[in-house]
């Protein structure tokens, strides 16, 4: 058992079922979220008989810390240890005035992208709400400063573990437990319908990105088998319905793939597409290799002319730099899997 799998609605009743006061659960919140203690022990405004029952009833952390890389341009890989002995990724991307912390919420991923290394290794299982707010309370605890803003786009497709991503959502935002701001929390996902219309419902302050990838139905089908279940056309009829008269537009990602999407012709047909939004906006994410992978990355020249493309379009388009590529901690190099020889 551990509390962190509660949101704050389950630890107010945990706290009464106990028969203790009700301002022990925002306590307990504080010294599980704010201030986190490292053993219950330490939570000193707690009788010294509810501390030993915590203890003995529940496990303080679901993820221990296994190893860190830190790459040239001061990216920091987190590696986690679950207690079934998994691996989780996260990675913390220092900025002037920011620090963001890419988060995973499974491991591996069943969507089975080909550009994707985490896709590539297949699927092991969901992480708990604790295991993935664990990361942010880790992370920030290693790096000794706050994390500012959280990006939902490790290991795993969110909305294929929808309640555990919601809950850690919550207790990310919830004021009394992390705090955190919602609009700087971003969650990247294929977009899987019916499930997007639930998240949205439940979610509806975070930032959303969706993965589209490719500027045809036929395209996307070739490196996203997601694109038979949830068709990208659907996929972007439900979108501009969704965002009409939401403040924060839609972000799509666009991984770039040399000489399979990349094209001047396959910019224009995204931009067709994307007209039918009065906003949105788009991210252009030039491939991360990774040891084996079936694509390349294209050009700098490439990417610049697919961007003109869009933006001559009304479209505010951007390059997304690769941070951490020298650790394997960029975009779709994340992977539970260290079996392989040579690997960072
Ligand atoms: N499953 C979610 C979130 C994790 S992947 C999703 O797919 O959106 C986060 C982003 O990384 C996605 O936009 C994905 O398309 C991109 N990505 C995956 N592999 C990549 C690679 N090798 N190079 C560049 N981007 C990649
Ligand atoms: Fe999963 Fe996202 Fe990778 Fe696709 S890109 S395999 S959905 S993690």
């Known amino acids: 058992m551990n509390l962190r799998n509660l949101n704050v609605e389950e630890l107010i009743r945990f706290v009464s079922q106990k028969g203790w006061e009700r301002y022990r659960a925002k306590q307990l919140l504080s010294w599980l979220y704010k201030r986190p203690v490292d053993s219950f022990c330490d939570i000193t405004n707690l009788p010294k008989e509810a501390r030993k029952e915590l203890a003995e009833e529940c496990e303080l952390y679901s993820l221990s810390f296994l190893d860190k890389l830190v790459s040239r341009d001061g990216t920091v890989k987190f590696v986690f240890k679950t207690a079934d002995g998994d691996l989780v990724e996260s990675v913390a991307i220092p900025d002037e005035d920011r620090l963001t912390l890419c988060i995973s919420t499974q491991i591996g991923c069943r969507m089975g992208c080909a550009f994707?290394?985490?896709?590539?290794?297949g699927f092991k299982r969901n992480l708990s709400s604790a295991e993935i707010v664990e990361q942010v309370i880790l992370a920030q605890k290693l790096l000794g400063r706050p994390i500012t803003n959280i990006v939902v786009m490790g290991m795993g497709e969110p909305l294929d573990n929808m309640d555990n991503t919601l809950k850690a959502l919550s207790l990310m935002t919830h004021r009394d437990a992390m705090g955190l701001s919602p609009r700087r929390i971003v969650v990247s996902t294929v977009g899987l319908l019916p499930q997007l219309e639930h998240f949205l419902k439940e979610a509806p302050r975070v930032a959303l990105s969706v993965s589209l990838n490719a500027p045809s139905p036929e395209k996307r089908r070739a490196i996203m088998p997601v694109e038979k279940a949830t068709g990208m056309l659907e996929l972007v009829e439900f979108l501009a319905e969704a965002y009409k008269n939401r403040r924060k537009p839609v972000t799509f990602e666009y991984v770039m793939l040399k000489g399979f999407n990349d094209a001047i012709e396959d910019?224009?047909?995204?931009?067709?597409?994307?007209k039918k939004f009065k906003r949105c906006k788009v991210n252009l994410i030039p491939f991360n290799p990774w040891p084996g992978a079936p694509f390349e990355r294209p050009d700098a020249e490439t990417v610049l002319s697919f961007q003109k493309v869009l933006i001559e379009s009304g479209i505010p388009t951007f390059i997304r730099k690769s941070r951490g590529a020298d650790i394997l901690a960029a975009c779709g190099q994340l992977r539970w899997s260290?079996?392989?020889k040579g690997s960072a």
């Open 267 to 274: 910019a224009r047909h995204l931009a067709k597409l994307l």
């Open 116 to 121: 994707c290394l985490t896709g590539f290794q």
């Open 338 to 340: 260290y079996k392989e």
